[in-house]
């Protein structure tokens, strides 16, 4: 193991067969990905139960409006954002429980793009017009060794050229690394207009328990602030519940709800790509993360 946080200088140590496996970048993937690409051989990629997103601070206008959350989100097209600015590695998320996992499914819950019904609900709005709104900001915070270094600027760069383009809105894309979450949180409640931030969630178990700590009021994981009584409510009838089937009906009912009151700016699933050399076997996504399986891992002869 080498602590190399330039993805260069990875890939560098790689092909010099210094390293047995390196996290794959975007632009990486898209050429592995095509027939007969450098390095498709080496190519592991599978899906995790992770949300990578960009979401909104729900705690303070204009993003405290549930309209105006989803008048944004239908002026961004996620599926372009993941074949252009992500190459396809990370697919657009249809809602937070997949296919697959407890209460999951394939169902299309959060908005999908649609540039009339954006500017349709920003006149429904106290605002009117995307030229009333206050200033809006998203946060991109890249520390060093995050995971695709520089690739969520690229996309929130895309993701500004999208809100001007379908919903008219000028949006700055502000780039700050923070300490913590608590600094964070300081920065947009201190700073002037609506802010929306890069960060990603998953499930620490095998259960859509985890939903709590993303979406409850009180939930100290709630980055969002993100405030819906009913949710809450059913949140706390699915921590009680015994009987499964009921249990899972709630959760897949609080993923809907949460997901139609448009939590995030643009949503992807989260996946675990990297390269691996031919020796190295017994990879397995566990839980969103491919060192979950290092127990099972072994270099062959």
């Not at 140590?13 to 990486?28: H, R």
């Not at 920003?122 to 995307?130: M, P």
Request: one cysteine or more; proline letters at 5%; a neutral charge.
């Amino acid at each position: 193991m080498k602590l190399v946080a330039d993805p260069q200088t990875q890939l560098v140590q790689y092909d010099n067969n210094e390293l047995d496996g390196i996290v794959c970048q975007p632009a990486e993937f898209a050429q592995a990905t095509k027939p007969n690409g450098p390095r498709s051989a080496d190519l592991y990629w599978d899906t995790a139960v992770a949300t990578w997103y960009f979401g909104f601070f729900c705690d303070k206008p204009p993003f405290d409006d549930v309209k105006v959350r989803q008048a944004f989100a239908s002026a961004v097209d996620a599926n372009i954002l993941s074949a252009a600015a992500l190459n396809g590695i990370y697919p657009a998320q249809k809602r937070n429980l997949p296919a697959g996992f407890p209460a999951g499914g394939n169902q299309q819950f959060q908005p999908t793009f649609d540039a009339a019904r954006a500017k349709k609900l920003i006149g429904e709005t106290k605002y009117v017009s995307a030229d009333k709104l206050p200033k809006i900001t998203i946060l991109v915070s890249e520390s060093a060794g995050a995971t695709a270094l520089g690739t969520w600027g690229k996309v929130a760069t895309a993701i500004q050229q999208q809100l001007q383009q379908s919903l008219g809105v000028t949006v700055e894309v502000l780039r700050k690394i923070f300490a913590n979450e608590a600094e964070r949180l300081d920065f947009m409640r201190q700073n002037d207009g609506g802010f929306a931030f890069r960060l990603s969630v998953g499930p620490p178990v095998q259960d859509p328990s985890y939903l709590r700590n993303l979406f409850h009021s009180t939930a100290s994981g709630n980055a969002l602030k993100y405030k819906n009584t009913q949710v809450d409510q059913w949140l706390d009838q699915a921590e009680a519940e015994t009987d499964q089937a009921k249990r899972y009906a709630l959760y897949e009912q609080i993923d809907k709800t949460a997901s139609e009151d448009a939590v995030f700016l643009a949503a992807f699933q989260g996946t675990s790509t990297w390269f691996f050399k031919p020796k190295v076997r017994g990879m397995k996504v566990v839980q969103g993360r491919i060192w979950n399986s290092m127990h099972q891992m072994y270099i062959a002869k």
